[in-house]
């Protein structure tokens, strides 16, 4: 079965501590939502550097990874569908691409 990595890009950074725990909520209800077909629900990440052949920048990019998750599902539809209800899209943005296997190429 085809794996698609979920790219998230943006979000919002909890005000509060409460906001905080809503936020968590929410990840763990889509989480458990999602069941078995969110094989890695992966996790936000830190600052980033781009690296090219002209050398290393610190600024992330023109639209930095703010985390990830892999999934495992039948097709691009599948994936779009459960991207749809992920708690990113409160103000920020998923990119899906398949996962393709080197090994079977």
Known sequence: MPRF???YHGGKKP???????????KWRN??????AALTE??????KSKTVSAKGVADDGGANPLSGYSIVEV???????KIA??????????????EIINMQSH
Not at 15 to 25: C, S
Not at 30 to 35: K, L
Request: hydrophobic residues 45%; aromatic residues 4%.
């Open 5 to 7: 990595i979920f790219a």
């Open 15 to 25: 005000e509060t501590p409460e906001t905080g725990e809503a936020l968590m909520a």
């Open 30 to 35: 889509w989480i458990a939502e999602t069941g």
């Open 41 to 46: 629900p992966g996790n936000p990440v830190g």
């Open 74 to 80: 039948d097709d691009m539809n599948a994936a779009i």
């Open 84 to 97: 749809k209800a992920c708690p990113i899209l409160d103000g920020g943005t998923i990119e899906i691409a």
